[in-house]
């Protein structure tokens, strides 16, 4: 029973750090831009089939420097050239076109690489098991756990940190975190915003690929990866507050959670995030950790 | 009277020529022109709706109201061709309704993101010496403050700037008595440093008592340029235009 309980716990950490990793930039491009961008999914679905491929020619390593960078480069440009003509627009046509743009790169994707699954080969290191009961002294009898999903976990954990690091102890943070508030009074103090959000919009297209990165060896590389995590990441979002980082996480955990407990029942596996999003927005509209006014 | 003027090629220090501007489809600016000269202060006046934030806003380049048509020039920069920051790179710095301060941050963080972006003016040495108050509250959050600390800390976060041309939009809108006249103090103390000044203000007296001259918009156009003396003694004009 104990051990039962642990493991469940463990996967729903697991895969609380998936949703954390994809939510982590959708909520921060949502909070600083405005912009709800359905295209995420897509970045982090690109994110796993760089990795894929670098990873099979190069090597692991080389995915985890190419990886990322390459993402952010894209989000750069992305923001440049599609979402910038949108921040006036109403929520409606940032998703449509965010969502159109996702398709685009779902079917080119499709087209180069064929629908099926592309197996993702896990580096030496990362491969087999950790005999859990040998570290934790309440668990009896024998239990063992993916060690890439210890590896996955880790590299979540790290990655918020970092992004809160970011945020709250240097200056590029602090610019961002009053923009989130009014970015109009930045430009009045000589602060070219613009600028800082596209490279908001980079960040968060980075993380969506380090996740690509993390998490492909345990989900499927295939052209419906993006539209599969799209959903539930945005319930993460909507749950933990639009644009609320510390609400992102914390939903994360929830759905991981909750997904996690319900695993002997299939049925309700599949919907209970649905459940859960339901629930906390019956009492909490504006989300766990929502503000007042996100949205307004 | 609004057809007296219009004046649209100039050489003082700052001027508007015959500004169009839109919040979406709304024509709320409808060519606007006047001339400030260098360290002059400028009432703009008029009713609700005559488009004196509007002018403001325009000036300081912010992204609405859209300016469709004419020239703003600051010392001889064309700042209808920039955008806000480079506006306010060169020296424009709104001090706007309502304050505008920073959520989430403190007294002294609200300074720092002032000076992000070069040219700066005053350090925090003489912004704390001249403002005593914001000084004993740096580290607290700059939305706990009072209504009238947070004009402070509004006028304050201008000076950090390297500013030529002041805009302040409603400065006592929503203070109590006592603390108008405090800020009314201050704002004595800017005018002393010759800083070329526009103020937009309900409470047209307290205004007047601090300009040079006066601009009364009506209908986002200018009904009346002159100085602040004839304001004060022009009762039809008060009338008509101010309601006071």
């Known amino acids: 029973m104990v051990n039962q309980i642990f493991l469940q716990i463990v996967t729903g950490l697991q895969l609380g750090a998936i949703y954390v990793l994809i939510a982590l930039g959708l909520t921060l491009i949502f909070g600083t831009l405005g912009v709800v961008n359905f295209t995420h999914g897509a970045l982090f679905m690109l994110g796993a089939f760089s990795a894929v491929i670098i990873s099979g020619n190069y090597g692991f390593v080389a995915a985890i420097i190419i990886v990322p960078p390459f993402l952010f480069f894209f989000g750069v440009l992305m923001e440049r050239f599609i979402v910038r003509f949108f921040y006036d627009r109403p929520h409606t046509d940032q998703i449509l ?120 060896p345990v989900t499927n590389v295939d052209p419906g990866l993006g539209m599969f995590y799209l959903v539930p990441s945005f319930l993460v979002v909507v749950i933990g507050g639009m644009g609320s980082l510390p609400g992102a996480v914390l939903a994360s955990f929830l759905l991981g959670m909750a997904q996690s407990f319900t695993v002997s029942f299939a049925g309700l596996q599949a919907i209970v995030v649905y459940i859960v999003a339901v629930v906390v927005l019956l009492f909490m509209p504006r989300g766990l950790l929502g503000k007042k006014g996100v949205l307004d | 009277m609004s057809e007296m003027i219009q004046k649209p090629d100039s050489n003082a220090f700052f001027s508007v020529q015959d500004i169009h501007s839109y ?14 000269a260098e360290r002059e202060i400028v009432a703009l006046l008029g009713r609700n709706g005559a488009g004196k934030t509007s002018t403001l806003r325009t000036i300081a380049r912010a992204h609405e109201p859209f300016l469709k048509k004419g020239k703003i020039v600051l010392n001889g920069m064309p700042l209808h061709q920039l955008e806000a920051h480079q506006a306010a790179q060169i020296g424009v710095q709104l001090v706007p309704e309502d304050r505008r301060i920073i959520g989430g941050a403190t007294v002294e963080e609200n300074l720092i993101l002032a000076q992000i972006a070069k040219p700066i003016g005053w350090s925090f040495e003489q912004i704390y010496e001249h403002f005593p108050r914001l000084a004993e509250r740096r580290k607290q959050q700059a939305t706990t403050l009072s209504g009238g600390e ?33 800020i009314e103090r201050i704002l004595l103390e800017v005018k002393k440093l010759g800083i070329t000044t526009i103020i937009v203000e309900q409470n047209a007296v307290a205004a007047l008592k ?5 601009i009364i918009l009506d209908t986002g156009l200018v009904a009346f340029d002159g100085s602040a003396q004839e304001v004060l003694d022009n009762k039809e004009l008060r009338e008509e235009y101010l309601a006071i």
């Open chain 2, 210 to 214: 601090l300009a040079d001259r006066a």
């Open chain 2, 23 to 36: 919040y979406g489809e709304s024509y709320i600016v409808q060519g606007v022109s006047f001339e400030i």
């Open chain 2, 150 to 182: 947070q004009q402070m800390l509004a006028v304050a976060r201008a000076l950090a700037r390297d500013l030529k041309l002041l805009l302040l939009d409603e400065p006592y809108e929503g203070l109590a008595p006592i603390i108008v006249r405090e």
């Open chain 1, 97 to 216: 076109v965010t969502f159109g743009f996702a398709i685009v790169i779902q079917e080119t994707l499709k087209w180069i690489f064929g629908s099926n699954n592309i197996p993702f080969k896990m580096p030496a290191w990362g491969r087999g098991i950790l005999k859990l009961h040998e570290y934790v002294p309440f668990l009896d009898g024998f239990v063992a756990y993916p060690k890439w999903r210890f590896i996955l976990i880790t590299v979540s954990f790290f990655t918020v940190i970092a992004l809160f690091a970011l945020l709250q102890f240097t200056r590029f943070g602090m610019v961002i975190r009053a923009g989130m508030n009014d970015s109009e009074i930045l430009s009045f103090l000589g602060i070219n915003i613009t600028r800082r959000f596209t490279l908001v919009f980079g960040l968060g297209s980075m993380i969506a690929g380090l996740a690509g990165v993390f998490a492909g």
